[in-house]
């Protein structure tokens, strides 16, 4: 690499990281949904690697998860199965980043999990829209409905997860691959693991088409 573009690179680096850390910042400071004003948003370098060419996107931090552990899918059994799968296909963790369409965890009165209202999602959209940008992946991953229908508060598309589970598709100049989520509940209900891991099989093609292997260079 000539110096000339290690120069641009290094700059490049860095203004990633000045426009995310005002990104995370903004998020943590936001109180647009008077429900999560008690809780802070998941957004910040534990999320993983603003350069990642892949970005997992879920639905929302989890009570015994993310909202806990600060990190994305981590400390719940959806975090284990998650990790479970990438592992299947040889994708480290440091390789990739991870964002939900609501970035506060959403509960009920009772304290349970909820999923995000319309509204919740609308006014997270502009900061999913702004970790896109700032990432962006070449490959984007949806963890389930909640997650593929936030993206078209980004850039419309008609992609249903029934219709497009097991494809890679085109969406926003990038390539999308729709799966559903890693919650113990739906590998109970409605996507085995045999199925789960077929559909790894699709995010690694999309990666491979790409020209990307699973694990990138620092």
Known sequence: ??????????????????????LAQEASSCTRCPAMCGRKAVLSTLNGRIDA????????????????????????????????????????RDQIFITSAALCN??????????PTQKELSNCSTFLRRTIDIVNPRVVV???????EALKRIHYHEFTLK???GKVNEWNGRLLVPLYHPSPQV???HRRESA??????????????????AIQSS
């Open 196 to 213: 789960q891991l077929k559909d790894y099989q699709v995010v690694a093609q999309a990666l491979r088409l790409q020209g990307l292997s």
């Open 142 to 148: 949806t963890l389930g409905t909640v997650a593929l």
């Open 106 to 115: 959403p509960r009920t009165d009772s304290g349970a999990n909820r999923k």
């Open 53 to 92: 060419r892949i970005m997992f996107i879920g639905e929302a931090p989890g009570r015994k998860g993310a909202d806990r552990t600060r990190v994305p899918f981590s400390g719940d059994q959806s975090g284990a199965n998650l990790d479970r799968f990438l592992n299947s296909i040889q994708l480290p």
């Open 1 to 22: 690499m000539s110096d000339l573009l290690c120069f641009k690179s290094v700059a490049n680096n860095h203004s990633k990281s000045r426009a995310f850390e005002t």
């Open 163 to 165: 219709e497009t589970i």
């Open 187 to 189: 590998l109970a209900s």
